[in-house]
T-cell receptor, first 110, second 115 residues
């Protein structure tokens, strides 16, 4: 099936730093999504992107839908301890279920 | 508040046992999904269902089956558990029937260990 390449696989950052992660694919997607999984919980949708070039914010989070429709980026500004978790990108195209990336595990050092 | 409930948080089973993982949603959602989550491999789709008694194979259906007798309940069955099925299993649901939408609601997961 379709695959998403998500990087980095893990990150260790100091509290207050900005974070960037990205997701690429060889296939085009109509919708790009970013989910966050807190420790011990299921993933929760953070941001949804519907148009190429779209830039969307949700508090300290900003995500972009790449112009080629084959990539997406997530930035977190001024990280705090509760940002810890696993971030997943996901793509949606046509009449098939979501395709998920392998996740970026974020650790924040106070 | 929307809720997807998985019956067990932790489960330990022996090789060869038949295992049932239960999932219930209270949102009247059409679609339900079963994923497994392994470190470094992300979320992989096992089976999904877009209506009662309907089921479709996902990316890794081998060794699993599912049952959806009622709209709110979607069960994952391991007919004969093996050690390589030790994993975190996540159930999810979404609203739209026969289409797919971006907002999945996930349960908290069942960590299954097969010894």
């Amino acid at each position: 099936g379709q695959q998403l390449n998500q990087s980095p696989q893990s990150m260790f950052i100091q509290e207050g730093e900005d974070v960037s992660m990205n997701c690429t694919s060889s296939s085009i997607f109509n919708t790009w999504l970013w989910y966050k999984q807190d420790p011990g919980e299921g993933p929760v949708l953070l941001i949804a992107l519907y148009k190429a070039g779209e830039l969307t914010s949700n508090g300290r989070l900003t995500a972009q839908f790449g112009i080629t429709r084959k990539d997406s980026f997530l930035n977190i500004s001024a990280s705090i301890p509760s940002d810890v978790g696993i971030y997943f990108c996901a793509g949606l195209s046509g009449n098939t279920p979501l395709v998920f990336g392998k996740g970026t595990r974020l650790s924040v050092i106070a | 508040d929307v809720k997807v409930t998985q019956s067990s948080r932790y489960l330990v089973k022996r090789t060869g046992e038949k295992v049932f993982l239960e999932c219930v949603q209270d949102m009247d959602h059409e679609n339900m999904f079963w994923y497994r989550q392994d470190p470094g491999l992300g979320l992989r789709l096992i089976y999904f269902s877009y209506d009662v008694k309907m089921k479709e194979k996902g990316d890794i259906p081998e060794g699993y089956s599912v049952s959806r007798e009622k709209k709110e309940r979607f069960s994952l069955i391991l007919e004969s558990a093996s050690t390589n099925q030790t994993s975190m299993y996540l159930c999810a649901s979404s609203l739209t029937g026969r289409g797919f939408e971006e907002k999945l609601f996930f349960g908290s997961g069942t960590q299954l260990s097969v010894l």
